[in-house]
């Protein structure tokens, strides 16, 4: 739990200071610490972003409903999902991006790379996979399900020339 307990003088910091002079404000912020201190347990169930490596599936699966998690499979292990969900502002932030691209694909399969046109000498604006998969291989599903998904996040004018899967 946070060493910030909910008192009267830690709630009027979140409220603008032109309020801060108003008597029925002050006792609203008491009453309402006087609540809150009675419940912490319930103030801690409510740190969920921090707490995304410890949240059950269930709820990983209602958060990304929530927040709109376009590159979401119920499929996923555990720990896919929680890396999913915590990436999931920074990838829409910079979607087009080869860091989106990136990101998303690391999420599922680390040490997943892409590389630029300029930097093997290819077509102008296209790019290439590399996905690292462990000894037990990769379906037919889960691939045809990454390579539909990565146009949720590259810019439109890049095309996928190329795919390749690298066994660790």
């Known amino acids: 739990m946070s060493s910030r307990k909910p008192t009267q003088e830690n709630l009027l910091e979140t409220i603008p200071l032109f309020l801060r002079t108003d008597e029925s404000v002050l006792k609203l912020a008491d009453a309402m610490a006087q609540v809150l201190a ?27 409903y929530d927040f709109k998690v376009d590159w979401w499979d119920g499929e996923y292990s555990l720990e ?16 087009g991006t080869k860091y989106a691209v990136e990101t998303v694909l690391k999420d599922i399969f680390p040490g997943a790379y892409t590389e630029e046109w300029f930097q093997y000498g290819g077509t102008p604006y296209c790019f290439r996979l590399f996905l ?26 890049s095309h996928l020339e190329g795919f390749t899967l690298e066994w660790e």
């Open 132 to 157: 690292t998969v462990g000894a037990g291989g990769v379906s037919q599903e889960k691939q045809r399900s990454v390579l539909s998904r990565i146009w949720y996040y590259k810019n439109l004018r």
């Open 38 to 64: 009675q419940r912490p347990e319930e103030i801690d169930r409510l740190r969920i972003y921090p707490d995304i490596f410890r949240l059950d599936e269930k709820l990983l699966d209602i958060l990304a």
């Open 80 to 95: 896919e999902k929680r890396r999913i969900l915590r990436d999931n502002w920074n990838v829409h932030r910079t979607l």
